[in-house]
């Protein structure tokens, strides 16, 4: 009796993984909070506070979980574990919520507030699904779709033009089998709205 041989894995779509690791939350954080920074009255000040914004947003988050990964906490860094993503929300909404609390100590812009307020609240909403359901709600895709919310309203109507992005980058996630279609448009929805209604509410 002969036995047969083991079929192997599907390849990765490499495009896709390449969207998936440029277009990352933290690098589209860095990317939006310079954005944002640069569409300020005082472009240099506003790059300054951006910066502020990037180390509770992005550089602390990512610190932590590079120790995990490091520790055995997760596997990868898009932390594909629903169960384990339970554990990151929280910390990364403390480091911001402490990023806020300093650029309210230091008077920062309404602006910049107003952006690590948006990136807080998107948190929370997608803690909700996460935790209480164990549904793993695209963060990617929510972190894009808020991000282009704020810069379209700091800059213009025009750059809604961009949104086919977050698509393309829905469409990298689902691809490599790390979200469903629901899980990807729930994120950009929730991002997009959340961060959008955030933001015009602290600046207007």
């Not at 041989?5 to 490499?14: D, I, L, Q, S, T």
């Not at 998936?20 to 310079?34: F, H, K, M, Q, W």
């Not at 929300?89 to 919520?97: D, G, L, Q």
């Not at 952006?115 to 695209?138: C, E």
């Amino acid at each position: 009796m002969t036995t047969a041989a083991p079929v192997p894995a599907p390849a990765e779509n490499r495009t896709a993984r390449l969207i998936t690791d440029r277009a990352e939350p933290r690098n589209v954080i860095v990317g939006v909070s310079l954005g944002i920074g640069l569409a300020q009255d005082n472009p240099a000040t506003g790059l300054a506070w951006a910066l502020v914004a990037v180390v509770f947003a992005a550089v602390i988050p990512m610190a932590y979980i590079k120790h995990g990964m490091r520790t055995g906490l997760w596997a990868d860094r898009h932390i594909g574990q629903v169960q384990r993503r339970k554990l990151l929300i929280p910390v990364i909404m403390a480091s911001v919520a402490t990023g806020i609390g300093s650029m309210l100590a230091f008077g920062a812009p309404r602006a910049m507030l107003a952006l690590v307020a948006a990136m807080l609240a998107t948190l929370a909403v997608l803690l909700v699904p996460t935790a209480i359901w164990k549904w793993k709600i695209s963060v990617h895709t929510a972190v894009a779709g808020g991000a282009l919310a704020m810069l379209a309203l700091a800059w213009g109507p025009l750059l809604w033009l961009a949104y086919p992005l977050v698509a393309v980058l829905a469409w990298s996630r689902i691809s490599l089998g790390d979200h469903t279609l629901a899980q990807t448009i729930a994120g950009a929805a929730a991002g997009t709205v959340t961060a959008g209604l955030v933001f015009a509410a602290l600046t207007a």
